[in-house]
């Protein structure tokens, strides 16, 4: 759902005749990608385990703004600014993306050694 919100903003604000103004304390591009990569882990956390969050003590509206110094006005004027200009935008998005997948492949690669380490051994139970 939220993916659709982001999406119609994007279409809205690269559609419009009027450029968006650069913020008053605009975000390197790297810096935005960096957020939108631990947006996209919270929200994937968030919905495959909801109780890891709160076991860690991470409220995941606040962590964003906690880790990089920013408040919620600075990270949507940002956002929108960077949604304005497509060609910005899309490298940013494509960047993100990157940088899930090689996560994803790095997670992958760990599970059959976790599985080993988690199955007990026969000779340890008899």
Same mark, same amino acid.
């Given at each position: 759902?939220?993916?659709?919100? !982001?999406?119609?903003?994007? *279409? ?5 005749? +009027? ?6 304390? *605009? ?34 509206? %606040?962590?964003?703004?906690? #880790? ?5 006005? %600075? ?12 060609? #910005?935008?899309?490298?940013?998005? +494509?960047? !993100?993306?990157?940088?899930?997948k !090689?996560m994803? %492949?790095?997670?992958?690669? *760990? ?7 988690? +199955? ?7």
């Amino acid at each position: 759902m939220k993916s659709y919100i !982001v999406f119609f903003l994007f *279409l809205f604000f690269s559609c419009s005749d +009027k450029p968006v103004p650069k913020p008053d304390n *605009l975000l390197a591009p790297e810096t935005m990608e960096d957020i939108l990569v631990d947006l996209a882990l919270l929200q994937a956390t968030d919905a495959a385990n909801p109780d890891k969050l709160r076991q860690e003590n991470i409220n995941s509206k %606040t962590f964003i703004y906690d #880790k990089y110094s920013i408040d919620s006005i %600075t990270f949507k004027e940002n956002h929108v600014y960077y949604a304005s200009n497509i060609k #910005k935008y899309k490298k940013i998005h +494509k960047n !993100v993306i990157d940088r899930l997948k !090689v996560m994803k %492949t790095e997670a992958d690669s *760990l599970k059959p050694e976790q599985k080993r380490v988690e +199955k007990p051994r026969k000779e340890l139970i008899e």
